[in-house]
Protein backbone atom coordinates (compact mmCIF):
# COMPACT_ATOMS: atom_id res chain seq x y z
CA UNK A 1 0.00 0.00 0.00
CA UNK A 2 1.08 3.56 -1.19
CA UNK A 3 2.39 5.98 1.75
CA UNK A 4 2.67 9.32 0.25
CA UNK A 5 3.97 12.36 2.04
CA UNK A 6 5.39 16.11 1.28
CA UNK A 7 6.95 18.67 3.28
CA UNK A 8 8.66 21.97 1.87
CA UNK A 9 12.40 22.08 2.18
CA UNK A 10 15.18 23.93 0.94
CA UNK A 11 15.97 27.96 0.46
CA UNK A 12 13.20 28.42 -1.55
CA UNK A 13 10.86 26.00 0.16
CA UNK A 14 10.91 23.13 -2.64
CA UNK A 15 8.21 20.34 -2.33
CA UNK A 16 9.98 17.11 -1.13
CA UNK A 17 7.63 13.86 -1.59
CA UNK A 18 7.99 10.89 0.02
CA UNK A 19 6.97 7.86 -1.31
CA UNK A 20 6.73 4.31 0.41
CA UNK A 21 5.46 0.97 0.62
CA UNK A 22 3.39 0.12 4.46
CA UNK A 23 4.45 -3.50 3.36
CA UNK A 24 8.34 -3.65 2.82
CA UNK A 25 8.51 -0.74 4.95
CA UNK A 26 11.02 1.00 2.10
CA UNK A 27 10.48 4.46 0.69
CA UNK A 28 11.81 7.12 -2.23
CA UNK A 29 12.35 10.49 -1.50
CA UNK A 30 11.88 12.95 -4.24
CA UNK A 31 13.53 15.68 -4.32
CA UNK A 32 15.24 16.85 -0.45
CA UNK A 33 16.29 20.29 -1.13
CA UNK A 34 17.61 20.78 2.57
CA UNK A 35 15.93 20.45 6.18
CA UNK A 36 17.00 16.45 6.01
CA UNK A 37 16.00 16.25 9.58
CA UNK A 38 12.74 16.79 9.00
CA UNK A 39 12.83 14.38 6.39
CA UNK A 40 14.27 11.89 8.37
CA UNK A 41 11.43 12.40 11.01
CA UNK A 42 9.08 11.94 8.31
CA UNK A 43 10.62 8.68 7.42
CA UNK A 44 10.18 7.55 11.00
CA UNK A 45 6.75 8.65 11.82
CA UNK A 46 6.14 6.16 8.41
CA UNK A 47 8.52 3.47 9.72
CA UNK A 48 10.24 3.36 6.44
CA UNK A 49 13.53 3.23 5.02
CA UNK A 50 14.77 5.67 2.72
CA UNK A 51 16.58 2.85 0.33
CA UNK A 52 16.08 5.86 -2.80
CA UNK A 53 16.78 9.70 -3.59
CA UNK A 54 15.34 10.56 -6.90
CA UNK A 55 16.07 14.14 -8.38
CA UNK A 56 13.58 15.19 -11.04
CA UNK A 57 16.33 17.68 -11.62
CA UNK A 58 19.48 18.93 -10.38
CA UNK A 59 19.07 22.23 -9.95
CA UNK A 60 20.34 23.53 -6.82
CA UNK A 61 16.66 24.08 -4.43
CA UNK A 62 15.58 20.05 -5.61
CA UNK A 63 18.84 18.51 -4.73
CA UNK A 64 20.37 20.56 -1.76
CA UNK A 65 19.65 17.69 0.47
CA UNK A 66 21.22 14.93 -1.60
CA UNK A 67 24.30 14.86 0.43
CA UNK A 68 23.28 14.81 3.87
CA UNK A 69 20.18 12.32 3.43
CA UNK A 70 22.63 9.99 1.47
CA UNK A 71 25.00 10.04 4.11
CA UNK A 72 22.52 9.46 6.58
CA UNK A 73 20.81 6.29 4.80
CA UNK A 74 23.02 5.30 2.04
CA UNK A 75 20.09 5.60 -0.29
CA UNK A 76 21.18 5.09 -3.94
CA UNK A 77 20.77 8.61 -5.81
CA UNK A 78 18.73 8.37 -9.22
CA UNK A 79 18.55 11.37 -12.10
CA UNK A 80 18.44 11.20 -15.77
CA UNK A 81 21.64 11.42 -17.17
CA UNK A 82 21.38 14.79 -19.08
CA UNK A 83 21.19 16.19 -15.21
CA UNK A 84 24.12 14.30 -13.38
CA UNK A 85 27.08 16.29 -13.79
CA UNK A 86 25.56 19.35 -12.83
CA UNK A 87 24.85 17.44 -9.43
CA UNK A 88 28.94 18.26 -8.63
CA UNK A 89 28.51 21.99 -9.43
CA UNK A 90 25.74 22.69 -6.81
CA UNK A 91 27.40 25.46 -4.75
CA UNK A 92 28.03 27.23 -7.73
CA UNK A 93 24.84 27.40 -9.30
CA UNK A 94 23.11 28.37 -5.69
CA UNK A 95 25.81 31.31 -5.40
CA UNK A 96 24.21 33.03 -8.17
CA UNK A 97 21.33 33.35 -6.11
CA UNK A 98 23.16 34.59 -2.82
CA UNK A 99 22.14 31.31 -1.64
CA UNK A 100 24.52 28.03 -0.44
CA UNK A 101 23.84 24.32 -0.54
CA UNK A 102 26.04 21.28 -0.65
CA UNK A 103 27.50 19.68 -3.24
CA UNK A 104 25.75 16.41 -4.00
CA UNK A 105 27.60 12.82 -4.61
CA UNK A 106 27.54 11.50 -7.52
CA UNK A 107 24.24 9.67 -8.71
CA UNK A 108 24.41 6.04 -8.35
CA UNK A 109 22.15 5.04 -11.40
CA UNK A 110 20.60 6.58 -14.22
CA UNK A 111 17.13 6.67 -15.73
CA UNK A 112 15.77 7.06 -18.90
CA UNK A 113 12.14 7.62 -20.20
CA UNK A 114 9.96 4.75 -20.16
CA UNK A 115 12.05 3.44 -17.19
CA UNK A 116 10.53 1.90 -14.13
CA UNK A 117 11.82 2.80 -10.01
CA UNK A 118 10.55 -0.04 -8.13
CA UNK A 119 9.76 0.84 -4.93
CA UNK A 120 8.91 -2.41 -2.85
CA UNK A 121 5.49 -3.24 -4.39
CA UNK A 122 5.34 0.44 -5.72
CA UNK A 123 5.92 1.31 -9.51
CA UNK A 124 7.01 4.58 -10.53
CA UNK A 125 7.17 5.05 -14.37
CA UNK A 126 9.73 7.94 -15.06
CA UNK A 127 8.71 10.29 -18.20
CA UNK A 128 11.42 12.46 -19.44
CA UNK A 129 9.76 16.20 -19.43
CA UNK A 130 12.48 18.80 -20.42
CA UNK A 131 11.57 22.16 -20.85
CA UNK A 132 13.11 23.56 -17.41
CA UNK A 133 15.75 21.71 -17.35
CA UNK A 134 17.67 18.99 -20.26
CA UNK A 135 17.40 16.15 -18.29
CA UNK A 136 13.95 17.03 -16.09
CA UNK A 137 11.83 13.85 -15.24
CA UNK A 138 8.16 13.26 -14.13
CA UNK A 139 7.18 9.91 -12.19
CA UNK A 140 3.50 8.30 -12.63
CA UNK A 141 3.19 6.27 -9.59
CA UNK A 142 1.16 3.37 -11.17
CA UNK A 143 -2.13 2.54 -10.79
CA UNK A 144 -2.73 5.87 -8.35
CA UNK A 145 -3.37 8.84 -10.44
CA UNK A 146 -0.60 10.62 -9.31
CA UNK A 147 2.18 12.51 -11.16
CA UNK A 148 5.32 14.14 -9.63
CA UNK A 149 6.00 16.59 -12.15
CA UNK A 150 8.92 18.44 -10.51
CA UNK A 151 8.92 21.79 -11.80
CA UNK A 152 6.86 21.44 -15.22
CA UNK A 153 4.21 22.39 -13.98
CA UNK A 154 2.56 24.38 -11.44
CA UNK A 155 -1.02 25.46 -10.27
CA UNK A 156 -1.57 27.93 -13.64
CA UNK A 157 1.53 28.49 -14.22
CA UNK A 158 4.70 26.54 -15.36
CA UNK A 159 8.83 26.37 -14.73
CA UNK A 160 11.22 29.34 -15.88
CA UNK A 161 12.41 28.27 -19.59
CA UNK A 162 14.87 30.92 -19.08
CA UNK A 163 17.59 29.23 -17.13
CA UNK A 164 20.50 27.14 -19.31
CA UNK A 165 18.65 24.45 -21.08
CA UNK A 166 15.38 25.28 -21.10
CA UNK A 167 12.97 25.67 -23.48
CA UNK A 168 8.95 27.07 -23.76
CA UNK A 169 8.65 25.36 -26.82
CA UNK A 170 10.07 21.94 -25.23
CA UNK A 171 8.12 22.37 -22.19
CA UNK A 172 4.84 22.81 -23.39
CA UNK A 173 5.60 19.98 -25.74
CA UNK A 174 5.95 17.50 -22.93
CA UNK A 175 3.24 18.55 -20.86
CA UNK A 176 0.74 18.50 -24.16
CA UNK A 177 2.23 15.06 -25.13
CA UNK A 178 3.47 13.27 -21.44
CA UNK A 179 1.22 14.68 -18.69
CA UNK A 180 -1.89 16.46 -20.27
CA UNK A 181 -2.84 12.92 -21.88
CA UNK A 182 -3.59 11.97 -18.61
CA UNK A 183 -7.23 11.75 -16.99
CA UNK A 184 -8.40 14.44 -15.89
CA UNK A 185 -8.72 13.60 -12.12
CA UNK A 186 -5.50 12.97 -11.93
CA UNK A 187 -3.28 14.58 -9.52
CA UNK A 188 -0.25 16.83 -10.24
CA UNK A 189 2.48 17.01 -7.31
CA UNK A 190 4.94 20.30 -8.64
CA UNK A 191 8.23 21.14 -7.37
CA UNK A 192 7.04 24.43 -5.49
CA UNK A 193 3.13 25.77 -4.04
CA UNK A 194 0.36 23.30 -4.06
CA UNK A 195 -1.21 20.23 -6.13
CA UNK A 196 -3.40 20.52 -9.02
CA UNK A 197 -4.84 18.20 -11.19
CA UNK A 198 -4.94 17.70 -15.22
CA UNK A 199 -7.88 18.93 -15.59
CA UNK A 200 -7.73 21.99 -14.17
CA UNK A 201 -4.67 22.94 -15.31
CA UNK A 202 -5.66 22.02 -19.29
CA UNK A 203 -8.33 24.10 -18.55
CA UNK A 204 -6.92 27.41 -16.84
CA UNK A 205 -3.49 27.81 -17.14
CA UNK A 206 -2.74 30.44 -19.21
CA UNK A 207 1.00 29.25 -20.30
CA UNK A 208 -0.63 25.64 -20.99
CA UNK A 209 -4.37 26.56 -23.41
CA UNK A 210 -2.16 29.19 -25.54
CA UNK A 211 -3.89 32.33 -24.57
CA UNK A 212 -0.30 33.87 -23.84
CA UNK A 213 0.78 32.97 -27.10
Known amino acids: MLVFDSLETGPIMTNCYILGDSESKVAAVVDPG??????????????LECKWIINTHAHFDHVGGNAELKQATGAEI???PAEAEALAHLSKHAQLFGLSVEDSPPADRTIEDGEVIEVGSLRLNVLHTPGHSPGGISLVVEGEKKILVGDLIFQGSIGRTDLPGGSFETL????DEKILVHSDDT????????STTVGVEKRTNPFLTGELL
Open 34 to 47: GHVGAIRSALERHE
Open 78 to 80: IIH
Open 187 to 194: DLYPGHGP
Open 172 to 175: KKMA
